[in-house]
């Protein structure tokens, strides 16, 4: 029924930047929230970014002034820009979305992951 699918992922230096994507497909009516997580090797998952669809976004403390969130509704996508990366977040990123389907279903999707890596 929705397919998150992920891009952007690479290998970065210190200091650089990467730029995430998650695009939604499907019968979708609407997106009502779209959070990014992390996990590093041998940590468990984290919260980093939340959007709701009305714009408001609210970061985890460790990436506040180095990450924004974007969103093209109608384009149903969304975007993690991330500057200024460090080694220590390199991980999977996952994108996970409420969406409302235009049978009034609600379900929580959760894209593929993407491996970001922050190495000199």
């Known amino acids: 029924q929705v397919q998150l699918v992920e891009s952007g992922g690479a290998l970065v230096q210190p200091g650089e930047s990467l730029r995430l994507s998650c695009a939604a497909s499907?019968?979708?009516?609407?997106?009502?929230?779209m959070n990014w997580y992390r996990q590093a090797p041998g940590k468990q998952r984290e919260l980093v970014a939340v959007i709701t669809s009305d714009g408001s976004t609210n970061y985890a403390n460790s990436v506040k002034g180095r990450f924004t969130l974007s969103r093209d509704n109608a384009a149903n996508t969304g975007y993690l820009q991330m500057n200024s990366l460090k080694a220590d977040e390199t991980a999977v990123y996952y994108c996970?979305?409420?969406?409302?389907?235009?049978?009034?279903?609600?379900?929580?999707?959760w894209g593929q992951g993407n491996q970001g890596t922050v190495s000199s």
């Open positions: 499907g019968n979708i009516l609407s997106i009502y929230a």
């Open positions: 996970n979305e409420g969406i409302i389907l235009v049978t009034g279903e609600r379900l929580d999707s």
